[in-house]
């Protein structure tokens, strides 16, 4: 699935929690060779797991943890999460969007395919699963993203090339039933805005926040190069989405 477009400051998902990328507090030793120092921003889901990445980054002296108010300029870019959602997602369109910096994702599973290919779309260079992160994979990860190379392990590679391929085949049969470009969630909304339901009607309906609301139908609207949510339940009916 394309992922959303979102213009704006890059914060950890939409927020600035606790766990947002921690101050520089590295040692004074300096790298191999006198090697500049890979400036690395942290954002994870869980703040637990994001003080266990930044704990394994910051006794490495290749590395140099960037605090908040400068993780927009951070080489590296390292997103840690247990799965790719719609948050998620976000977040990694807006790093995507930022000419400063490459990301990583280290990340528990992914769901599908179609996950895999949305982070891959969404502007993930290198992928690590959280079940693999020592600290000598999460220094060759880092490093791999700054040289601007591509990681992924080998039985990732092959979901993706075989989800890909089954797209294409998909594409190429006038029978197929037509890929749903939503997920669950963002057909609810969508089905509730069709009913005549506003924002905050939408969000009691559906338990989420007015916000968590406006950005569901913010990324349908961008990712399908849609003009307004009218435009967007217009798609939605005619492609048989709701």
Do not use: W
Not at 7 to 26: D, I, K, L
């Amino acid at each position: 699935m394309p992922c959303a477009d979102h213009h704006g400051p890059v914060t950890p998902f939409g927020t600035t929690p606790p766990h947002a990328p921690a101050p520089a507090r590295n040692s004074p030793e300096t790298p191999p060779g006198g090697a500049k120092r890979v400036t690395v921003a942290v954002y994870a889901s869980d703040p637990v797991l994001h003080v266990g990445i930044v704990h394994q980054l910051r006794q490495r002296p290749e590395i140099e943890l960037v605090d908040d108010a400068d993780a927009h300029a951070a080489e590296v870019s390292l997103v840690a999460v247990d799965s790719v959602d719609d948050e998620t997602a976000a977040l990694l369109y807006r790093l995507r969007h930022n000419s400063e910096t490459r990301t990583g994702l280290v990340v528990g599973t992914f769901d599908s395919g179609d996950a895999l290919q949305r982070a891959i779309e969404c502007g993930v260079t290198a992928v690590l699963r959280r079940s693999e992160a020592d600290q000598d994979r999460l220094l060759r990860l880092v490093l791999a993203i700054a040289n601007g190379e591509g990681v992924l392990p080998g039985d990732l590679l092959a979901k993706l090339l075989d989800h890909v391929g089954v797209l294409q085949r998909s594409s190429l049969d006038p029978r197929a039933v037509s890929l749903s470009t939503l997920t669950p969630r963002e057909a609810d909304m969508l089905r509730l805005v069709s009913e005549g339901l506003d924002t905050s009607e939408i969000a009691r309906k559906t338990s989420y926040s007015e916000r968590t609301v406006k950005n569901v139908l913010h990324e349908i609207i961008t990712r399908l190069h849609l003009r307004n949510r009218t435009h967007a339940v217009g798609y939605a009916l005619r492609n048989g989405l709701i």
